[in-house]
C-alpha cells in the first residue's frame, strides 16, 4: 500500500516539471489559458475599505501571502500556495470605483499557475477561498 503514495508523487511531480515549463514562460505573456481563472464582483464598500480588507485577507488565508499593495494604483498582490506540494499561483486583486456610486467597488481577482499546463481547478477554488475571507473581513461586526 505504501507503494502507491511515492509512485503517485513521483508522476505528479514529472507531470509538473515537462508541463510547466511552457506555463513559466506563457505566464510572462499571459499564462496557460488552462491555468489560470479570472472573476469579477461588486462588493457594498468604498474603495478605501475595500483595499484595507483586500490587503488583511492574504495575511488571514492560511494558503495565501500578501506579495504587495499599490493603493495608488489600487491593487493587491499575493500568492497562494497548494496544500500538499506547495506549488505557487499568483494572485491579482485590482478595485475601481463603481461609478455614480462611491458606496461599491469592483473587484477584478486573477490567479495564475506558475507551474504546469493545467490548474484542475485550483485558480478558481483560490479566487473562491480568496473572496470568502475577504467578504467575511467587509461584514459589519
Known amino acids: 500500500m505504501s507503494f502507491w503514495k511515492p509512485l503517485v508523487l513521483l508522476v505528479v511531480l ?3 516539471l515537462v508541463g510547466g515549463i511552457p506555463a513559466v514562460q506563457a505566464a510572462t505573456v499571459g499564462g496557460s489559458p ?3 481563472a479570472q472573476q469579477e464582483v461588486v462588493l457594498s464598500a468604498s474603495p478605501e475599505q ?5 490587503e488583511q485577507a492574504f495575511q488571514v488565508w492560511k494558503r495565501g501571502e500578501l506579495g504587495s499593495v499599490d493603493a495608488q494604483a489600487l491593487q493587491v498582490k499575493g500568492i497562494s500556495r ?3 506540494f506547495k506549488f505557487v499561483d499568483d494572485l ?3 478595485l475601481s470605483p463603481v461609478e455614480g456610486d462611491p458606496s461599491q467597488t469592483r473587484l477584478e481577482i486573477t490567479s495564475v499557475g506558475r ?3 493545467y490548474d484542475f481547478g485550483g485558480n478558481q477554488r483560490n479566487i473562491n477561498e480568496y473572496l470568502s475571507i475577504l467578504r467575511s473581513l467587509l461584514q459589519p461586526a
Open 14 to 16: 514529472l507531470f509538473a
Open 34 to 36: 488552462n491555468n489560470r
Open 50 to 54: 475595500v483595499l484595507k480588507a483586500a
Open 82 to 84: 497548494t496544500n500538499f
Open 92 to 94: 491579482t486583486v485590482t
Open 115 to 117: 507551474v504546469g499546463e
